[in-house]
């Protein structure tokens, strides 16, 4: 639509014109465009998908027109806990990419270099932090992160403290799983919690909690019933509607709205058509702008991705009578956290269960877990005979990013998966 293309370039030149007088108007292009995905959703999408996305939307665009509603955190921040205090939890991750819906990531990210920040710090940090810097964005009153998976959280957290004064809480997650570490990381969570309470004034009430976790066990049952379903039947999506599920499995989790929509999604799949296609298990980042990956993925009758590991980081049933130890377990437990062993064999486990024709895995450029760890999990993957396809790029920064390179190496693997199938046949 031209007269969306024609705002974007209008916020753009305003931003960079004048950050500090830009927030109106990035703030007025997220409600337009909560109304857009509700009022006219994008075609040839399956309502199920449709239906996420107007939901992330209206999730983000709502808590931004109310700084007091929301607390920043990453995306493997608690959000069980905040939610029970009635306040959203926005990841600097899922907000990078909403801003870079202006296309305003090379200018945020050049800023925050030009202040200092090292060029090697994730772009998804770098986007965030020179959004922050350049005043476009204003602070909420707090902040929680986690060490979990990136090694930059802390440092960009300390940051925003000391440059814009927004405190936060930072939960030190151990790589061991034992009781003793169970112990220490779910005395920080009920920390927080209090933390929570003296900062916003409200009462924690631990049966909220409980609820949450009672929904969020039920909710990751049936979204691994609809990954299953999806392996079956096509369902038309695109590549950004896994990135959505990831924002809804990790900022709504616990939810009854979130599970009800997945409830929706399961129900939507079984009407479509058995799906024909090669199967295609993603690990890692979605680079949602990637052209070359869009032209293949998106409402693909051909390819379809039927899970990402990064949705379903978590398989931990969690105990609502014990909620700051199974949350504690859940975090301790989580895919990303520890050896790149202990994630190879998770996937391997997703793999056995989905059983897809192909892993592709993005390793995002300054993500140095995703790069360095890819190899055991391809040897991971030749033992299952599934074979794996590793893209290099940048999830967010499309300098980052060569669309041909990636668009050769996808085409030959797809040709390959192809030609394997045909002889499979003869």
Known sequence: MWVVDKYIDYVKEQTIEDPKKSWGKILLGFQANKLRTKILPKKGLAKGYQKLEAMMMSFVADALSHSESYVWGNIFSPCEIIQCFGLRTL?????????SGYHLEDYFIDYAQNTGIAPTLCSYHKTFVGAIDSDAVPVPQYA??????????????RYLEKKRGVPFTF???????????????????EEFTAELERRFGRRFEEDKLKEALRIENETRKELMRFFQLQSEHYYPGELISHLYMMMGMHLLIGTQEFLDLIRYMIEEIKTYPKYEGKKILWVHLLPFYQESLNQ???????YQIIASDIILDSVEELDPEKPFHSLAKKIIRNMYNG????????????????KPDAVIQFCHWGCKQSSGGSV????????????????????????NSHDGQIKTRLEAFLEMLDTEKEEETL
Not at 296 to 302: E, G, H, L, M, V
Not at 381 to 387: D, E, N, S, Y
């Open 91 to 99: 990841s600097i991750e899922c907000l990078a990419c909403y801003l």
């Open 171 to 189: 939960l030190d997650v151990p790589y061991g799983d034992d009781e003793a570490s169970v112990e220490y990381l779910a005395g920080q969570l």
């Open 339 to 354: 050896s790149y062993s202990h994630k190879a064999q998770m996937v391997g486990q997703l793999a056995d269960t989905l």
């Open 376 to 399: 055991l999990l391809k040897e991971e993957m030749q033992k299952k005979g599934i074979p794996m396809l590793i893209l290099d790029g940048d999830g967010i920064d499309k300098r």
């Open 144 to 157: 929680v992160t986690t060490s979990l998976s990136c090694d930059g959280n802390l440092n960009t957290f």
């Open 296 to 302: 293949c993925f998106n409402r693909s009758q051909d």
